[in-house]
């Protein structure tokens, strides 16, 4: 086997390597009863309806890794954190997630309603922190910053769902 040949060969050994699964990041992202360090409740705001699951996500503040794929940015100790419930039958839900240290984060809240574990832009809702317009595109990684402080951080995301030829928008 020539050395070109080895060197293209480490990329797919690599990927076979790569941790995967809906299960990534939500060890480190459960909050624990009592536990003082820091993490964000966020309030989900405008849900459509009550069924599926919300999926809230927590990805490094910078362009390289913004939505990036979680096995990627773990196996390359990149923060990713993910808090996955059923969406409760009562008032607003609020979601605590643990993040490593107190900074900024980029951070995404997903309502899966046919808990399929994939986003339907056409069924499923989308929010970010900071709450910027979706319109037909996603916003760039700087519009969905939100800061943890060194305890628990509340901030309130808007779900927006597709709403016609106006695109992603939150409901009236």
């Known amino acids: 086997m020539t050395l ?23 060890a480190e992202g459960r909050c624990r009863a009592n536990e003082q360090g ?5 309030s989900a705001v405008g849900l459509k309806d009550r069924t599926g699951n919300l999926k809230l996500e927590v990805y490094p503040a910078n362009e390289q890794d913004y939505l990036a794929d979680d096995n990627v940015l773990l196996n390359a100790g990149k923060t990713f954190r993910r808090v996955e419930v059923p ?4 008032a607003t839900p609020e979601l605590c997630i643990r993040v490593p240290r107190p900074g900024r984060y980029s951070v995404v809240l997903l309502h899966d309603r046919d808990t399929n574990h ?24 700087h519009q969905t910053v939100a800061t943890a402080g060194s305890g628990r951080t509340r901030i309130s995301i808007t779900l927006n769902y597709l709403r016609g030829l106006r695109g992603m928008q939150p409901l009236d």
């Open 4 to 26: 070109l040949t080895s060197l293209a060969i480490l990329p797919l050994l690599a990927q076979g390597a790569l941790q995967t699964g809906p299960d990534l990041g939500k």
């Open 38 to 42: 820091p993490a964000l409740i966020v």
């Open 87 to 90: 969406v409760p039958a009562g």
């Open 118 to 141: 994939r986003f339907n832009w056409q069924r499923d809702g989308v929010g970010f922190a900071s709450n910027p317009s979706l319109g037909m595109s996603q916003p760039e990684w």
